[in-house]
């Protein structure tokens, strides 16, 4: 009996895996087939042979460093439970992304890294993954509000708005809301806010330290590759007003909880708002949009189909 229990659970893993594959496969086709890539090839076709070697190589390395940043920071919160290789890391955080990418706000992302340990040390994984989440965050609303703040100064008044709307948020984000859930005793799966405070105090400061730098590196990193494309493209626009509108970009995209899949859009509906303040051709900020979603959302997800087919499967007990 407890065979047959074993190969159910072996069929149930298998099916979860084929599932999150053909799903992923699927909405990437499904986005591909009905978003024109005419002018990423009207791009490639302008660009001599050397140099469109070079542009690949250099978007393949910062592909490469983002999420070599994104998996250390997780090396550094996951081996605070159990001690994981840098390996382990890398194999944790691309499964998660496999399965956030098919989820709204990126939920699979939380639920895969919960199931590689063991029950009684979940519900913490899930807080420390949302801790590296956050960190990012604030890297975001740092760069965006000073995104913002420079497009307000020397542009018109629809920024000026949108700044102020965001400063106002963020007030009531870390003033009020706070005090609000500390009154009515606010509850995050199960744990009472005094126990998730508790528990935050114990996490030592080196690795909240190193987790926040590594979040504002990468950042600097995947808004810098955002450059690149649009310098590739030939957009007509200076470097500092350029980060200011990615800054922006990425700080009014992200209030939006969608799946990654629909992320493109959204960010790229975003990106032509922001980029035309500043009268960047619609054409440019759409290709380079889809370039950063092929190569950081898309080619990632490549590495994270081997490591979940050739991964054992999760833990479902408690460990002895």
Not at 159 to 184: D, H, N, S, V
Not at 224 to 230: R, S, V, W
Request: glycine content about 6%.
């Amino acid at each position: 009996m407890s065979q047959l229990s074993h190969k159910a659970k072996q069929f149930l893993w298998w099916s979860v895996k084929i599932g999150i594959v053909l799903l992923a496969a699927f909405f990437i086709y499904n986005r591909i087939h009905h978003q024109s890539f005419l002018l990423i090839g009207d791009t490639i076709s302008n660009i001599n042979i050397s140099s469109l070697y070079l542009y690949i190589t250099i978007i393949i390395i910062l592909t490469a460093i983002n999420w070599t940043l994104e998996c250390k920071k997780w090396h550094l919160l996951g081996s605070l439970i159990s001690k994981i290789s840098l390996k382990q890391s890398i194999s944790q955080t691309l499964i998660a992304h496999l399965s956030g990418f098919v989820t709204p706000a990126k939920a699979g992302d939380y639920g895969a890294k919960a199931l590689f340990f063991s029950i009684e040390h979940r519900k913490k994984i899930l807080f420390l993954n949302f801790i590296g989440n956050m960190y990012q965050m604030i890297a975001t609303l740092f760069f965006g509000f000073l995104g913002l703040g420079i497009i307000a100064f020397f542009t018109n008044g629809t920024a000026i708005f949108f700044w102020g709307l965001a400063l106002f948020m963020t007030f009531i984000c870390y003033q009020i809301l706070p005090k609000l859930l500390r009154q009515f005793n606010w509850t995050l799966k199960g744990n009472a806010w005094h126990k998730i405070k508790k528990y935050w105090k114990t996490i030592p400061l080196r690795i909240k330290k190193q987790v926040r730098f590594l979040s504002f590196l990468r950042y600097l990193v995947f808004a810098h590759q955002f450059y690149f494309m649009l310098y590739i493209l030939n957009a007509d626009i200076t470097y500092g007003f350029a980060m200011a509108c990615i800054g922006a970009m990425y700080l009014l995209s992200s209030i939006i909880p969608v799946m990654q899949l629909l992320d493109v859009v959204v960010r790229g509906g975003v990106a032509v708002w922001v980029f035309s303040w500043l009268y960047v051709s619609e054409e440019i900020v759409v290709t380079a949009v889809l370039m950063m979603w092929l190569s950081n959302v898309v080619f990632p997800l490549l590495p994270g189909i081997y490591f979940l087919l050739t991964s054992d499967k999760p833990t479902f007990t408690k460990s002895s």
